[in-house]
């Protein structure tokens, strides 16, 4: 008797259907929460010892395994034992477990996906309609969640990169905020590069609170002050250079015009600010801009997109670069404020 799997398998294109797969990305999540990985480094196990020490029933976890066989993750040396490969190393360790467990942070960004239809429909983010909450409201309600998507954008995501300034010229640099900078790894980089600076970090107070073992750690703490505040509002004045690393990309152009005109403002008459990423000179971005789309309504913006958003909120491009990782570096100067007569 054919099943209505088996009727869907033979009428679509190989292709088509490998496309619409999602047994091996959930299947991929579901070894990561279990911990299966780090359940195999000592050597091949038996699939009754094996479910018993993730929590799993041994059926349902062989089949699992072996739809990531098939994919190339694992292996089955002997029927019903498996074993690591060199493949299914990388679900090993903080990055994997941070972004993909289904009971963290990487579930919240897997269940998302949920709401595709509706954020295409609407042009607008629809993650409170599986969550019930927005994006950043959700983070906010669920502190063990949030931590993990600190440890993602913090040093378990690659080392900050220090050199945010596009000429790399510190001669005139002596004071740096970090808006939106999360628990600090870019600013404790940057105050242990260049021993003369002093930082402020900006983000929320929940999360400018876990960056004291941060700035501790890399020996900065007497050079490194936090502003626990939304930095929609008016920031720190008169610093000479002001950051937003990794922050663009996750809001939409009004609430990126807010920013940026409130980066402007402070950093008058004289600051730098710079956008380290979220604007791209790759033309193929769809997957991370369908993901901020998703989650938060943002996107990356091309060049032209950002100097027009940018002059909106008082900047001008100045200078544009790119650091070893990549991530694109936009450096801006403030206009003049304009007088009550010229408004």
């Known amino acids: 008797m054919r099943t209505r799997c088996d009727t869907l398998t033979s009428v679509a294109d190989p292709d088509l259907w490998a496309l619409t797969d999602l047994a091996t990305p959930w299947s991929v999540h579901v070894a990561v929460t279990l911990r299966v990985a780090e359940q195999l480094t000592g050597g091949p196990r038996e699939i009754d010892a094996l479910a018993a020490a993730c929590g799993a029933d041994a059926d349902a976890l062989a089949r699992v395994l072996r739809q990531l066989i098939g994919r190339g993750l694992f292996e089955e040396p002997a ?35 949920g ?9 607008r983010p629809a993650y409170d309609t599986i969550f019930g909450r927005p994006y950043w409201d959700d983070l906010a309600a669920h502190p063990a969640i949030a931590a993990d998507f600190d440890a993602l954008m913090g040093p378990g995501h690659g080392a900050p990169d220090p050199r945010v300034v596009a000429d790399d010229d510190w001669s005139h640099i002596r004071t740096v905020v970090d808006v939106g900078g999360g628990t600090g790894s870019l600013l404790a980089e940057i105050l242990r590069v260049h021993p003369t600076v002093r930082g402020t970090l900006v983000d929320l107070p929940e999360t400018v609170a876990r960056s004291r073992d941060v700035f501790a750690a890399a020996g900065v703490s007497d050079r490194a002050s936090v502003s626990g505040q939304s930095f929609f509002d008016p920031l720190p004045p008169g610093r000479d250079l002001y950051i937003a690393s990794r922050v663009l990309a996750n809001w939409p152009d009004r609430e990126v015009r807010v920013l940026l005109a409130r980066m402007a403002d402070a950093a008058r008459p004289s600051g730098r600010v710079v956008i ?46 790119q650091l070893q990782s990549g991530q694109s570096l936009v450096e801006c100067r403030p206009a003049p404020a304009l007088t009550a007569h010229e408004r």
Request: glycine share 14%.
């Open 79 to 113: 029927p019903g034992r498996f074993a690591l490969n060199e493949a299914a190393r990388m679900l090993l360790g903080p990055p994997a477990r941070h972004g993909l467990d289904l009971d963290g942070f990487g579930g919240r960004m897997a269940h998302a996906w």
């Open 276 to 321: 380290a990423g979220g604007v791209t000179f790759d033309v193929d971005r769809a997957a991370p801009e369908l993901l901020m789309l998703v989650l938060v309504g943002g996107k990356a913006r091309t060049l032209e997109e950002f100097r027009a958003l940018a002059r909106d909120a008082g900047l001008n491009v100045v200078a544009t670069g």
């Open 115 to 123: 709401s595709l239809l509706t954020a295409v429909r609407t042009g």
